[in-house]
């Protein structure tokens, strides 16, 4: 009987089959020899670990897909690069395309230009690219909230329409803050943000 997927004989005739070893596949039965993943690429597969999925090195992979960057890197432009201390880099890498961005940085979305945040430290929560800030809030960095959440310095709704997340009405500020010429909208404050990574 041939080998299956996932596993060959090394000698022609020979019953016993070995399973391809990590970092090779075999997609078709009654092979002599498994097929290498790209450089650097690692079979692996999506498995429960101490109650917690993430992607885990494997042997007699069959195809081609289950090939990708181990953990602690992240593939770009075909290539495994390492991802770094996920504190500095705001990444954290667990294999194959499993790339979230850590607790207190930002990214837009899944190019991975990444951005530390600075100030309160529950604005930018993590998580996958284009979705890191926290409820309520927006732009780079979640420095800003959104137009109906938006409250003055001393704490007066500006222009806000709809309702807030408690579900109350918004109503625009009875009265401008003082130096606030009538009419004038306040400008939302720059974003403090740390670009680090291209």
């Known amino acids: 009987m041939p ?55 494997v042997r007699g992979a069959q195809n081609a897909s289950s090939c990708g960057c181990n953990q602690g890197f992240r593939e770009v432009d075909g290539e495994c690069v390492e991802c770094g201390d996920s504190s500095i880099t705001g990444l ?9 961005v850590a607790a207190g940085f930002y990214a837009a979305d899944d190019s991975f230009s990444v951005f530390k945040c600075h100030g309160a430290a529950g604005k930018c929560v993590g998580g996958e690219a284009g979705s890191t800030c926290a ?15 938006r409250r003055t310095h001393r704490s007066q709704y500006l222009l806000g329409h709809g309702r807030d997340s408690h579900g109350a009405t918004m109503r625009r500020p009875l009265r401008q ?14 974003p403090h943000v740390t670009h680090v990574t291209g």
């Open 3 to 57: 080998c299956l997927a996932g596993s060959v004989t090394s000698v022609q005739g020979m019953e016993e089959c070995e399973l391809c070893a990590v970092g090779t596949y075999q997609s078709e039965t009654g092979q002599d020899t498994c097929d290498e993943c790209p450089t650097d690429q690692i079979t692996s597969e999506w498995a429960i670990v101490a109650g917690a999925y993430k992607w885990v090195p």
């Open 92 to 100: 954290v890498c667990g294999g194959k395309d499993d790339v979230m």
């Open 135 to 149: 409820a309520g809030r927006r732009g780079t960095a979640c420095a800003f909230c959104w137009e109906a959440l």
């Open 177 to 190: 803050p003082s130096g606030q010429p009538s009419g004038q909208s306040l400008a939302s404050p720059r």
